[in-house]
């Protein structure tokens, strides 16, 4: 028997954006067209827009840090191929981005260009994000604006060379893809969806959680707007087949094989909940800090799905999906060896979307509305402000500052010796890469054991601990000596490590024998 159609009722045209697939939400917000934005609006968003790319720009003239190196030098260095890239079987290599690095070529002088695809996409999320809260009126498309262009988390990742920031572009490209095509049906637009997942899953594999909300939220419309079943079916299958094939031959030849690099173990909870702390602007290891902060963007979270599903919209679904039961399905069906905050990262972006909306619906309840949004966005800026301010003025990072140290002792030894405490991946790995921008020199490694005949002058430690406390002598057996702290680099955020500089200091007035 077939199912009545559901009625969307045609909004007025506009040369700017197309009806949204969800118009009943968009005429309970408002739906706006370009005259309805008033000329400071605009340049206030625009403004705001060169504002972040200010921001993301400084960031990415910061120093590498040891997962960008790792892509630059193990798999887009070691590539002969664009395939050997696909077939790499490790979760450091971001696909797209490895391909870059592959076509720029190791020797870049400046390393910056390296972090062009994150910079381009990380401005473009900020415009995307506007474009989708567009719908919902003048006063979410600001605070997508103002939320997207100051978070911390898309700062960071939007100024270094690694595949978040491309997998939180192409999740919002894809979902206006998907918009697009279900008020349309549009040829065009199922071509734009099929492209943009693609990539998205090419960028970082956590994209997948995005393009289960996208499957999810796909199929109730079409359920709701077909006929019949077959219809139904034809139209999901011409979505999604594509797709899925190409996901299907990724895990075939690279993802069944992949190998998790090493790291810090952390606990689920842990992470998630710094994670919702971190989108208020948060980085702390405060537990009560953490759990108000989480907990406020939780809540502020459900409350505006809620909002969603009562004004008549779909969209709750893809929201709930992506942000919520994606994550915590994936979680529960594979657990991951190792878990960091970054893992979340196209959720945060839909999450922040998501927020826009709530914002957009508080903003309606005249007097108190529109005081709480603009202070909640003030205190929004400013604690991510403050966060941003320490990782630009601290970095991810000094390795090539801690390698300048060592020679300022000597400069005319050209030949720097320096002691593997038996975590040799680290400084090795940052010394491969920052050698090559210190000339004249040679930085060679030696092993402490029972056949080193003299210790090594330098010893240097790379640690995720923030402020580094440890400031006592390192001695090791045989040795007439000890290694005493120089100097510490920091770094500050969640990309980077603390460098500490140790040197030999020798008892007996001279180099310890065999």
Same mark, same amino acid.
């Given at each position: ?22 118009? #009943? ?30 921001? $993301? ?20 260095? +070691? ?6 890239? =696909? ?70 990742? @939007? ?14 490209? @894809? ?70 094939? #190409? =996901? ?28 919702? #702390? ?31 599903? $009562? ?16 994550? =915590?399905?994936? !979680? ?60 630009? +003025? ?5 390795? $090539?500052? @801690?390698?300048?140290?060592? !020679? ?50 330098? =010893? ?14 390192? +001695? ?39």
């Amino acid at each position: 028997m077939a199912r009545s159609k559901k009625t969307y009722a045609p909004g007025p045209r506009s040369k700017v954006a197309a009806p949204p697939a969800d118009l #009943a939400v968009a005429s309970r917000c408002g739906q706006v067209s370009a005259s309805s934005l008033s000329r400071p609006v605009l340049l206030g968003i625009i403004l705001c827009i060169w504002l972040a790319a200010f921001l $993301r720009i400084w960031g990415a003239m910061d120093e590498f840090w040891m997962d960008e190196i790792w892509s630059l030098l193990l798999f887009a260095g +070691r590539a002969n191929s664009p395939l050997d890239i =696909m077939t790499a079987h490790h979760d450091n290599n971001h696909y797209l981005v490895t391909l870059w690095m592959y076509l720029l070529g190791q020797n870049q002088s400046n390393w910056t260009l390296y972090r062009i695809p994150s910079l381009v996409a990380g401005i473009g999320t900020i415009i995307l994000a506007a474009r989708f809260s567009f719908r919902w009126g003048s006063v979410a498309t600001v605070a997508a604006t103002v939320l997207t262009s100051a978070s911390y988390v898309l700062i960071c990742f @939007a100024s270094e060379a690694r595949g978040y920031a491309l997998a939180g572009f192409f999740a919002l490209a @894809a979902l206006l893809a998907l918009d697009r095509f279900l008020t349309t049906r549009s040829v065009v637009a199922n071509i734009l969806f099929a492209a943009t997942t693609i990539l998205g899953t090419l960028s970082h594999l956590t994209f997948v959680e995005v393009y289960f909300a996208l499957c999810t939220w796909s199929c109730a419309v079409c359920w709701q707007q077909s006929k019949t079943r077959a219809k139904a079916l034809r139209q999901l299958v011409g979505l999604h087949a594509v797709p899925i094939v #190409a =996901m299907a031959v990724l895990y075939i030849i690279d993802i069944r094989a992949m190998k998790i690099g090493g790291g810090d173990t952390r606990t689920i909870e842990d992470v998630v909940i710094s994670t919702l #702390a971190l989108t208020a602007g948060a980085l702390t290891t405060n537990m009560f800090l953490q759990l108000s902060l989480g907990g406020l963007v939780f809540v502020a979270a459900i409350v505006a799905i809620v909002l969603l599903a $009562r004004a008549g919209s779909t969209l709750w679904l893809f929201f709930a999906s992506g942000i919520f039961f994606a994550p =915590m399905l994936l !979680l529960t069906l594979h657990p991951p060896e190792l878990i960091y905050e970054r893992y979340f990262y196209v959720n945060l972006v839909l999450l922040l979307v998501l927020l826009s909306y709530l914002f957009s619906r508080l903003w309606e309840l005249r007097p108190a509305g529109p005081i709480a949004v603009v202070a909640a966005l003030a205190l929004f800026v400013a604690a991510n402000g403050w966060q941003t301010f320490d990782f630009l +003025r601290v970095g991810r990072g000094h390795f $090539r500052e @801690a390698l300048e140290l060592m !020679l300022e002792s000597d400069p005319d030894q050209k030949e720097i010796h320096i002691a593997n405490d038996g975590h040799r991946s680290r400084p090795v790995l940052y010394t491969q890469f920052y050698g090559r921008y210190v000339a004249g020199h040679t930085f060679v490694f030696d092993d402490l054991g029972p056949r080193l005949k003299k210790f090594p002058e330098w =010893m240097i430690i790379a640690t995720g601990e923030q402020p580094y406390s440890d400031s006592r002598d390192l +001695r090791f057996e045989g040795g007439n000596g000890y290694y005493r702290i120089q100097q510490v680099f920091p770094y500050a955020g969640i990309s980077g490590f603390t460098i500490a500089v140790y040197r030999w200091q020798d008892e007996a007035n001279a180099r310890p024998g065999p």
